[in-house]
Nanobody, 130 residues
Framework: QVQLVESGGGSVQAGGSLRLSCVASGYTFSNLCMGWFRQAPGKEREGVAAIAGDGSTSYADSVKGRFTISRDNAKNSLYLQMNSLKPEDTAMYYC????????????????????????WGKGALVTISS
């Protein structure tokens, strides 16, 4: 059983930055394909960024060039650095993990959007004001 706990959400003005963190437990972190997805009220879930076990990454077009996903296997931690934030980035952001071996970051991004990974946390709220 994988447990995921997010932190770092908050409220900032457009153009600002936030950094989300996620601590994982219950499994060998380095083997996990990890990612962040978001869901705004009344909207469908959107895979935002994913990082595979080998460190390769994939991003949604909506955040490319503004968001950076990273992981620290020694700390069992996943991060999402969000810059140049826009009001349309307002959403609940969830850390997620999948146990499938060899999953690529591109596959992970698609799975987060379509059906969800094996595990996800309770979420961190990000609110961007104009």
């Amino acid at each position: 059983q994988v447990q995921l706990v997010e932190s770092g959400g908050g409220s900032v003005q457009a153009g600002g930055s936030l950094r989300l963190s996620c601590v994982a437990s219950g499994y060998t972190f380095s083997n996990l394909c990890m990612g962040w997805f978001r869901q705004a009220p009344g909207k469908e879930r959107e895979g935002v960024a994913a990082i595979a076990g080998d460190g390769s990454t994939s991003y949604a077009d909506s955040v490319k060039g503004r968001f950076t996903i990273s992981r620290d296997n020694a700390k069992n931690s996943l991060y999402l650095q969000m810059n140049s934030l826009k009001p349309e980035d307002t959403a609940m952001y969830y850390c997620s993990a999948d146990l499938a071996l060899g999953m690529t970051a591109i596959e992970a991004l698609r799975i987060m959007t379509e059906s969800g990974m094996d595990y996800w946390g309770k979420g961190a709220l990000v609110t961007i004001s104009s």
